[in-house]
C-alpha cells in the first residue's frame, strides 16, 4: 500500500509544480516581415500573430531558446 500512496503523492506534486511554474508575458513588438522562416515559425509556435499580440509562456529552456531566437521582434516581461 505504501507504494501506491507515493505514486499518487508523486503525481500530485508535479500537478502542483506544473500550476504555480513561472511564466513570461511575451508581447510582439516588431513585424516579422523580411524574417526568414525560421523565425517567422518560431514567432507562429509561441503564439503570437501580430505586432502589440501578448501571450503568456511557461518559462523552460525551450521557450528561452524560442525567445533567444526573436529577441529582436520581441518583448518579454515576468510573469505571475
Request: glycine share 8%; net charge positive; charged share 25%.
Amino acid at each position: 500500500m505504501p507504494a501506491a500512496a507515493t505514486k499518487t503523492a508523486a503525481a500530485t506534486k508535479t500537478a502542483a509544480a506544473t500550476k504555480t511554474a513561472a511564466t513570461l508575458i511575451v508581447t510582439q513588438r516588431r513585424s516579422g516581415n523580411g524574417s526568414d522562416k525560421r523565425q517567422l515559425d518560431t514567432l507562429r509556435s509561441l503564439g503570437l500573430r501580430r505586432i502589440g499580440h501578448a501571450v503568456e509562456v511557461r518559462d523552460c529552456p525551450q521557450a528561452r531558446g524560442m525567445l533567444h531566437a526573436v529577441r529582436h521582434l520581441v518583448e518579454v516581461q515576468e510573469g505571475k
